[in-house]
């Protein structure tokens, strides 16, 4: 492998030059292969009007008919992007890299963040169940007011907040209680720098505490990795982001390694550390590896891993049919399916399976619908009121050595087929810490569990607020239909854990078969008895855990 260095192609840090994303593709087409690129340590500024436009869509991300990438790898082969620790700095709504269509390709050694948070922190002076008044860093966070409305300047824009969480100032831990229960607001300047937002607030903030104030549309990830194989993103570390952390999409055997979500402490932030989700795996196949990796302070769940589902619009014939993306922030994929692909019909009332038949051409008609020709014949009974999953994008996953610290919602999603290993890590989710789901009805996220194991964890205090299929520190949920007597997700084992929790439900699981619950040690604070809910399932055993410093107590078997 041959050594090519930015500087000899003048891409050099700290610079102004507007010319930076063009030498950068000047350097990737010149040396498609077989190459590693070095990049000199300091910032490199990208620019929405400098960068490379394209028309792409990104998984779970609000539509955008053109999006800006700062750096955008394409079509390359045994390529390795050391970036030495350089600075990746965005400047407006932009991705600042993107790698595409290549195989054998690494990014390493790198940060990314943004001259303008897309998301603003404020401490909370006063508080009642009308009123907060909050302190804003205006040079920090930019804003102004119009309207009874607080908004956020970023590059010439106003966003307008749309959400905001509190955060315990002692510990930087979304705090207890308190996830999604801030209300919608009025806005008015009672101070230099000082905000007054006068709301119904059910759950009255602390002062002293740290407000995140979310806003800014979800359209630009920190990386964007599509259509690639075998890709390594090691020690890369993501302070900012206009959307999603990183979105891997449509690609196979993918490693992310010593990735850390973190607020940029020496650049004034204490707990904003992205927009949205951290690691979003959405349409890949092969094998995932997430390992020692650290997530702290982002607006979403660090990790979900997961298929998009869609629906039939019309059948025509016995091998053609007209599919549709049913959720907004999954639609417009040129490559949901390629000829060989295995495609599952699926019956959402209980998601059991009428059959599967292999694809032979895919074409996309418009961003929500899409033309499927299939080798097989439709199965029999499959019908328009059927959804579609690409299996052949299911990946199997391996979750190991990693941080999830406190951030809104949920620890690891997951909903593949395929062998799901979640070991050794630690858990301080505010949410559940693991959750597995996918459904065909609202989010169109699919994935059918059926060999999971989750093992020598441990979990701290987690499920602490309430947020959407949160019902469990662990928790499962197909999203079927209440009556319906199918196991969906199965072969869950969940062994030799350390649970350090108050009063929260350890697991709650529901339509599911074949689960182990057995050989944990649970530290039982509270007054509650240490709980497992079962809702509308079989062949389970929970047997040989431990209820430590409480030793009267046992662990109650709640069915539903």
Known sequence: MRTVYARDYGI????????????????AEENPSNVRFVLEPGTYHFYPEDAVKRAVSVSNSDQAEIRCFGVFLEDLENVSLDCQGAVFCFHGDMTPLAVSGCSRVEVKNLKITSAIPHGAESLILQASEEVVEIRINRGKFPYCIADEKLYFLQEGQKEPIFAAMEFDADTNRVRSGAGDTFPQVKAYESGENTVRLEGNFRVVPTP?????????????????????????VENVTIYQTAGLGIVFQFSRNITARGIEFTADHTDGCRIISGHDDGLHFSNNGGHITIENCRFRGLMDDPVNVHGTAAGIRQ??????????????????????????????????????????????????????????????????????????????????????????????????????????????????????????????????????????????????????????????????????????????????????????EGEET????????????????IFAGGAAVPRVVLQKCRDVRVEGNDIINFPDRYLQTERR
């Open 506 to 521: 350890l697991l709650f699981a529901d339509h599911t078969g074949k689960i182990q619950f057995c050989g944990n040690s």
């Open 208 to 232: 002293g505490n740290l407000l995140a104030l979310r806003h800014g549309k979800r359209v630009h990830p920190g990386m964007l990795v599509q259509d690639s194989e075998d890709v390594l």
């Open 315 to 500: 059948i025509s014939g016995s091998r053609r049919l007209t599919g549709v993306y049913c959720h907004s922030q999954s639609a417009g994929f040129e490559r949901w399916a390629k000829p060989g692909d295995v495609i599952a019909f699926l019956r959402p009332q209980d998601r059991s399976l009428a059959g599967t038949a292999r694809a032979l051409s895919y074409r996309l008609i418009t961003p929500a619908e899409f033309e499927l020709e299939l080798e097989d014949d439709i199965p029999e009974g499959a019908d328009t009121l059927c959804s579609l999953e690409n299996l052949t994008n299911t990946p199997s996953v391996l979750c190991r050595n990693n941080y999830f610290g406190s951030c809104r919602a949920r620890g690891i999603l997951v909903t593949t087929p395929g062998r799901v290993q979640i070991e050794d890590n630690i858990f301080e989710s505010s949410g559940s810490a693991v959750t597995i789901t996918g459904d065909v009805r609202e989010w169109y996220e699919s994935g059918t569990c059926t060999d999971v194991s989750v093992r020598r964890n441990q979990f701290l205090n987690c499920c602490t607020s309430v947020y959407q299929f949160c019902d469990g520190v662990i928790h499962i949920e197909p999203s079927v239909d209440a009556q319906s007597d199918k196991m969906v997700h199965r072969n869950i084992r969940i062994e030799n854990n350390l649970f350090a």
């Open 12 to 27: 050099l840090p700290d610079g102004s030059d507007a010319s930076l994303t063009r030498q950068i593709c000047k350097m």
